[in-house]
Each structure stands twice: as C-alpha cells, then as structure tokens.
C-alpha cells in the first residue's frame, strides 16, 4: 500500500468520525427535549426498561453488520450514560437556577494535573459556565474558601476503592459550615514519573501525596529501601520530583506530560479498578428533584446506651430506605465517643423519609443533615 492510499483511507476516517460527531449532538439534543416531557409529566429520568431494549436491539443489529456484543454494548452504555447524566444536571440547574450560576469558582486540592483537577473538569463539563479553578494546598483551607464565599464549590475526595475512607474530609464535615451538593466518580491510574531519562534503577526517592503512597502500598513495599517523601498533594510531588535528580513522582501519566515528566511506570495501584469519589460542598443546600437518584448524607452521635445504634439504624429499615454507608469517627475533644456518618439513598423532599429523620432524631444526641444531592454513580442496566 502507497502512502497516498494510506493518506485517502485516513481521510475516509476522519470523515466517518466527524459524522459521527454530529449524530451524537444530535442525539444529545433529542434527550434534551425527551427531558421537556419528563419535566411536564414528572416521570423518572432514568428509565433502564428502555434502555435494556434499546441496547438489545443495538446488540443484534451491530451483530448482522459484523460488530460484536461487547463493542456495541460499551460505545451504547457510555452514549445511555452521557444521555442521563445531562439530563439530570439540566433538571438540577432549572430546579435551582439563583443558585447554580453561569460562573463556578470551584476550590480543590492541588493544581494542574491533581486528581481533583480531573475530578473538577468531570463535573463541571456537564454544568454549562465557566470554571474557575482555585488551586488549594489543604482541605481546611478548600472549606474555608467556600466558607467565606471566595469559592462556590469546593470539591473533597471522601473515599478510594483502594485505600478506603479519607478520614482528614470526614472529620473536616463535623465542623465545616457547608453542605454536600453533589458526587463525581474519578478513576485513579497511578504512574511512577520521573525527569526525561530516568530509569526505575536509577530512582532514590519517591514523592507523593500520603493517599497516592497508601494505594500504591504493594508497588513500594517491592521496591525495598526506596526514601519515601509525602508532600501536601500531588502537583507538589510532581514539582519536588522535577527539581530532584534520580527522584519519581506519584501521579497520572496526564499530569506528568503537563510539565514534561515521564512515565517510567504504569498500573502502581493495588487494585486494578482504583477509583476515587469525590463529594462536592457549597455554602447553600440544594433542592434535589425527587425525580433524580438522590442520596442523603448524615452525621449523628448515638445515646450511650446499650442498642442505641442499632435503634437508629432500625428506623432506616423500617421505612424501607437503604444504607449504603457507615462510618465511624472519634469526636475531637471527647474520649471514646464516636460520630456515624450515614449515606442513604433517600431524598429529603420524600414524605416516608422525613419521617424517618423525625424518628432519628428522638433516639439520637445529635443529627446534622450535610446534604442531599444527585448520585452519579449509575448501575449500568445489564444485558450481556
Ligand atoms: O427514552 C428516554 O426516556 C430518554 O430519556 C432517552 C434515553 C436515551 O438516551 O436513549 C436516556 C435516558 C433513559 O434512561 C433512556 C433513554
């Protein structure tokens, strides 16, 4: 084959591509106006009946044009996936229009190239506006950006599937002025990055954010006597291991390419899906349309009484509302008492679970609200 026949072949690509680009807009805006009819008739956003048929109608077509199963199912669920979140960040936004402006000053961890930067552009890319990005070096001081009204947003990693819970943004909600708004997914890959030329042999220290380096736990325990530094967050990692020679960075191969580190090595985390959430806090609760997948987060102190947690936890069965989380936290201050942070899958605006809230606050000391925001994390409808 001739370079120009390569040249022509690449052309008929580009060109198939670019028509795709516009059936995918056109698609996008036809489930902008599905939600129109949503809106009117209150009906679910998601309805998965539909899309199991959608997608076995897909499966066998791209079946008699050659395509198998597996292709057709993932580019249809990440179309379904795309369709649903937007429609429900639309509906968010008419619900909530003082509240959520064209303009997001969104406070996070780190700067560019940190996984909260990541996280922060997931977000945001279905919320029309303009982001402003404002960098933190702690969580402390992303609340108090949101606190004092210089940001709009801050966004805090709460959990890891590797690593667990991030305990510092747990104990951070006890006391922050500042409700939980939303949740965004984010998938971790973990590089080793080192200065152009570097070798694995060569490397003497390695820098990283104290999560990074808990994720990584095996990857580093191989390595034997390797100097282990812990810096503020990863963009400083990654800017402690551009001025140290033989050192190494822990971050994505993104962020390493931003300013010219390179990958020495891929894949460090312990689990092979390692995958962040990161929950996102504003000044102003939201008004979460019931039509959503919601999810309630709560703290509370239980009566130190025998059962009295247990007691707590029954109301949730009762009213038929899942717990999908439960944790617990020392109470700086106060020896041996503890805090329960409680994620439901419930919505405030719910009669049964207002109801509920009532009853637990009865049989507990103390309950705080933190927020009741849209759950992102969508269960893909199963059809292989
Ligand atoms: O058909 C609908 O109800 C839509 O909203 C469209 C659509 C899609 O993109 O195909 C999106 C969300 C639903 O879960 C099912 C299908």
């Not at 009117?40 to 897909?58: F, M, V």
């Not at 937007?86 to 509906?91: R, S």
């Not at 064209?102 to 279905?126: I, N, P, W």
């Not at 439901?344 to 705080?368: H, Y």
Request: aromatic share 6%; glycine share 6%; charged share 20%.
């Amino acid at each position: 084959m001739t370079e120009n026949t390569l040249n022509a072949l690449r052309h008929d690509i580009n060109e198939i591509d670019a028509d795709l680009m516009v059936l995918l807009a056109k698609r996008r805006r036809i489930s902008h106006s599905v939600l129109e009819y949503k809106i009117a008739n209150s009906k679910p956003i998601r309805d998965e009946e539909r899309e199991q048929a959608l997608l076995e109608k897909l499966i066998s077509y791209g079946k008699s044009l050659g395509l198998d199963a597996f292709y057709v199912n993932s580019v249809f669920q990440t179309i379904l996936e795309d369709s649903v979140l937007n429609q429900q960040a639309l509906l968010q936004k008419s619900l909530n229009p003082q509240v959520l402006g064209d303009t997001h000053r969104v406070a996070y961890l780190g700067g560019q190239g940190s996984y909260s930067q990541l996280a922060c552009h997931k977000y945001f890319s279905r919320r029309p506006g303009k982001i402003v990005e404002m960098g933190c070096s702690t969580f402390d001081k992303i609340t108090e950006q949101v606190e004092q009204g210089k940001a709009d947003y801050g966004l805090l990693p709460i959990e890891n599937t590797s690593s667990g819970s991030i305990n510092e943004v747990f104990d951070l909600l006890q006391h922050a002025q500042v409700s939980i708004v939303g949740e965004v997914t984010q998938t971790v890959e973990h590089c080793l990055l080192s200065n152009p030329g570097t070798e694995l042999k060569d490397i003497t220290k390695i820098f990283a954010h104290h999560q990074p380096f808990a994720q990584c736990s095996r990857f580093l325990q191989g390595l034997g006597e390797l100097q282990q530094e812990t810096c503020d967050s990863t963009s400083s990692a990654i800017q402690c291991a551009l001025e140290t020679p033989n050192s190494a960075a822990i971050a994505s191969a993104q962020a390493g390419k931003n300013v010219g580190l390179e990958v020495v090595k891929t894949a460090l985390a312990n689990q092979a899906e390692n995958h962040s959430r990161f929950i996102v806090v504003a000044r102003q609760s939201l008004q979460v349309s019931t039509q959503l997948p919601t999810k309630i987060s709560l703290i509370m102190a239980t009566k130190q009484q025998v059962g009295s947690l247990a007691d707590a936890l029954m109301i949730f069965k009762l009213h038929n509302i899942n717990m999908v989380k439960l944790e617990s936290r020392p109470v700086p201050g106060n020896p041996w008492e503890e805090v329960f942070y409680v994620d439901l899958l419930a919505n405030t605006a719910e009669p049964k679970v207002q109801k509920a809230l009532e009853q637990l606050k009865e049989c507990t000391q103390f309950i705080r609200i933190l927020g009741c925001y849209q759950s992102e994390s969508l269960q893909a409808v199963d059809v292989l």
